[in-house]
């Protein structure tokens, strides 16, 4: 198993930019396709950002292209969210995920299902 924690979540002005982390601590970070969902208050969590264990790929959501950069430090068991251009409609708890999934990642990086390790969020908002 692998567990999960975010931090780098807080108050920032619209057009203001935040930078999470997350940090995996258990088995191997690198084996480890990982993801950030958000979930904003009374919605669905959504995806945000993913990135392949071997970090040759990234995927992301359309509302976020361009503006947010999923990178990983695999010596150092962490994965960022870089988020530039924060809009008011960012605010949202943000949650790392974990898979292990071996197959077909590329087709299923944006469903919740796909990933089996969970941190417990953090919080982002963001003003007008």
Not at 62 to 74: E, N, P, Q
Not at 78 to 84: A, D, I, K, P, S
Not at 102 to 115: H, I, K, Q, R, V
Request: hydrophobic content about 30%; charged content about 15%; proline content about 2%.
């Amino acid at each position: 198993q692998v567990q999960l924690l975010e931090s780098g979540g807080g108050l920032v002005q619209a057009g203001g930019s935040l930078r999470l982390s997350c940090t995996a601590s258990g088995r191997t970070f690198s084996s480890y396709h990982m993801a950030w969902f958000r979930q904003a208050p009374g919605k669905e969590r959504e995806f945000a950002a993913a990135i392949r264990r071997s970090g040759d790929n990234t995927y992301y959501a359309d509302s976020v292209k361009g503006r947010f950069t999923i990178s990983r430090d695999d010596p150092n068991n962490t994965v960022y969210l870089q988020m530039n251009s924060l809009k008011p409609e960012d605010t949202a708890v943000y949650y790392c995920a974990a898979s292990d999934r071996t197959y077909y990642f590329a087709s299923y990086y944006n469903l919740y299902s796909t990933y089996a390790y969970w941190g417990q969020g953090t919080q982002v908002t963001v003003s007008s």
